[in-house]
């Protein structure tokens, strides 16, 4: 959900970038959860999901992670990528998955997803919070 929140950020403020989300655990080739696409439609209609790998990692200038065991793993697993890596809460505070929940439990999560991708968005765009 925070990449197709990222990407309709990107596309209301005319901004053009390369947004991917991945999973460290995630098996490649799986569609986004139903609930997700319901609340993210069309932006996660045709979303595949990826396994975070160094080549993927290498595509981009900055990567968020929703929980700090993610960052971890990460800078763990693929040091050299260090340098872009960071919470996607400013305050590091870590932020659910809602996989396998209900629909009220994806609209809660969208929600908190939705607030700190906006900040983190104002934030490599327009250098604000």
């Not at 005319?14 to 490649?28: D, I, P, Y």
């Not at 996660?44 to 900055?62: P, R, W």
């Not at 763990?76 to 340098?83: G, M, N, T």
């Amino acid at each position: 959900m925070a990449e197709a929140i990222a990407k309709k950020w990107a596309d209301q403020n005319e901004k053009s970038c390369l947004v991917a989300s991945a999973g460290m655990e995630a098996v490649n080739g799986w569609y986004a959860a139903e609930h997700a696409r319901a609340i993210c439609s069309p932006y996660l209609d045709n979303h595949i999901s990826k396994e975070v790998t160094e080549g993927l990692l290498s595509q981009f200038d900055v990567v968020f992670t929703m929980m700090p065991g993610h960052m971890h793993g990460i800078l763990v697993r693929y040091p050299r990528q260090a340098d872009k890596v960071f919470p996607l809460a400013l305050d590091g505070s870590p932020i659910d998955d809602p996989y396998g929940g209900n629909l009220d439990e994806y609209e809660r999560v969208f929600s908190i997803l939705q607030t700190h991708v906006h900040k983190r968005m104002n934030e490599l765009f327009f250098g604000r919070i």
